[in-house]
């Protein structure tokens, strides 16, 4: 998906940085977000937090990422056009959309939360996820 | 494009169009319209004056880049605790509007 300039993001995870080296190839993990190498295995989980692909230098990033799984993802174009399209109102009800909502990967999400030493959550972060340059 | 804009969540309902007049205050500049107290009430999109009545418990910072804005990460649970008593104020009203006061968020153009 390119071009997501402003995406909040709803997860059920926990919070990690690029010097995890479960989740980061030891030799990358000094290198900055946009160059880091996630592990195969847990690249679906891992979300970055504020990366802004193209004028990120090292003082800037978060260097923070979220593992777990994306509930609901806000953009801000779904803003401007919701007075275009009734069925999304841009008001979300947060017990029923993203406390009540299905998960897929709960327990292996909370495994990986004790092998982390804490515990996951239900979590609100802002993700500028901007491929290809695009924006 | 839209990137002039945040994110708040709270506690609260969206006021009905029937109900602006005892909830909310005339502009002074322009009696057409109404204006938020930042208290209880608010306005959250510009676009088409959507008002709630309650309480914003967390807001990210308005962004006029995408490269402004927060980098942390909110824990919801935590972020949506309100006082009880401000709680039971806002149900009072909700159930005076027939409303239902929830925990919200609402994307906001500025």
């Known amino acids: ?135 | 494009m839209g990137i002039d804009s945040s994110i708040s969540i709270g506690y609260g309902f969206r006021i009905p169009e029937s109900y602006y007049h005892k909830l909310l205050r005339k502009d002074p500049e322009d009696d057409n319209y109404y204006i938020e107290d930042g208290h209880y009430t608010h306005e959250l999109f510009d676009a088409d004056s959507t008002f709630v009545y309650g309480k914003i418990l967390y807001s990210t910072e308005a962004r006029e880049y995408a490269w402004d804005g927060n980098r942390e990460v909110v824990d919801l649970k935590k972020a949506l605790k309100i006082n009880h008593m401000q709680k039971k104020k806002i149900d009072r009203m909700a159930a005076k509007c027939r409303a239902k006061a929830i925990y919200f968020a609402a994307g906001t153009i500025y």
């Not at chain 1, 995870?13 to 030799?27: A, H, K, L, V």
């Not at chain 1, 946009?34 to 679906?44: E, F, M, S, W």
């Not at chain 1, 401007?80 to 399209?85: A, C, K, Q, V």
């Not at chain 1, 009540?100 to 030493?117: C, G, P, Q, W």
Request: proline share 1%; net charge negative; aromatic share 16%.
């Open chain 1, 1 to 135: 998906m390119a071009g997501i300039v402003a995406n909040y993001v709803f997860a059920y995870g926990f919070i990690t940085d690029i010097s995890n080296p479960r989740y980061f190839e030891e030799s990358t993990i000094d290198s900055d977000m946009a160059t880091v190498k996630i592990k195969k295995r847990h690249q679906k989980y891992l979300n970055e937090v504020g990366w802004f692909h193209f004028d990120t230098t090292l003082d800037e990033q978060s260097k923070l990422f979220v593992f777990g799984e994306r509930i609901l993802a806000v953009e801000d174009e779904s803003f401007w056009y919701m007075d275009e399209n009734p069925d999304h109102s841009g008001f979300y009800n947060i017990q029923n959309d993203v406390f009540n909502a299905k998960l897929k990967h709960a327990s292996f999400i909370d495994k990986e939360a004790e092998l982390n030493k804490t515990k996951a959550s239900f979590l609100l972060f802002m993700n500028d996820k901007c491929e290809n340059n695009s924006f």
